[in-house]
């Protein structure tokens, strides 16, 4: 089955401690990207990558880092500088960065304490 | 202003009525417009993509685009109680794609 898988679901960290979120896609898209949600509110980009090696920085990009080794693979790193990481992480991919549609993956809940 | 702005919700049908949905965007030269739809604690689901001005249907789902006016719209027609989530209307800018909050709909029996 094609699609985009995210791990873990559910996530728990203690405030000053570094986590990474895991995203995976066999879609063969050249374009991948991560969002954050937060209740009652729309999504907000925070990284995101054309091609294999290469990435962007989103509006909201502060505490976060990415890597994009394998066009598969696209994985979030929340660092400790992040002040309020509790929130829904959410991957995507598209064809190629542009007009082509964005398709999501399931999420992660992350919940910092 | 606000890039994408939706109808805030939430919005209330009884079953077999007509929703509609409304979101307005600022940028001018947005050329693609998504609707995606939300249950409760999932991810997104795209359900409708538009391109050029006009109507465009899927089964009981029509985006209508007016460039013009800078407004995109969704209408579920005959709505059923499966349809009740919250709807995201996202545009695509410069080099993003800018999400509105998001309608909350509920489908009453």
Not at chain 1, 86 to 91: D, H, K, N, V
Request: contains cysteine; hydrophobic residues 30%.
């Amino acid at each position: 089955d094609g699609g985009i898988t995210q791990s873990p679901k559910y996530l728990f960290r203690k405030e000053g401690q570094n986590v990474t979120l895991s995203c995976e896609q066999n879609l063969n898209h050249d374009a991948m990207y991560w969002y954050r949600q937060d209740p009652g509110q729309g999504l907000r980009l925070i990284y995101y990558s054309q091609i294999v090696n290469d990435f962007q920085k989103g509006d909201i990009a502060e505490g976060y880092s990415v890597s994009r080794e394998k066009k598969e693979s696209f994985p979030l790193t929340v660092t400790s500088a992040q002040k309020n990481p509790t929130a829904f992480y959410l991957c995507a991919s598209s064809f190629r960065d542009g007009v082509y549609e964005q398709y999501f993956g399931p999420g992660t809940r992350l919940t910092v304490t | 202003q606000k890039e994408v702005e939706q109808n805030s919700g939430p919005l209330s049908v009884p079953e077999g009525a007509i929703a509609s949905l409304n979101c307005t965007y600022s940028d001018r030269v947005s050329q693609s417009f998504f609707w995606y739809r939300q249950y409760s604690g999932k991810s997104p689901e795209l359900i409708m993509s538009i391109y050029s001005n006009g109507d465009k249907e899927d089964g009981r789902f029509t985006a209508q685009l007016n460039k013009a006016s800078q407004y995109v719209s969704l209408l579920i027609r005959d709505s059923q109680p499966s349809d009740s989530a919250t709807y995201l209307c996202a545009v695509r800018g410069d080099y993003k794609l800018s999400f509105g909050a998001g309608t909350t709909v509920t489908v009453r029996a």
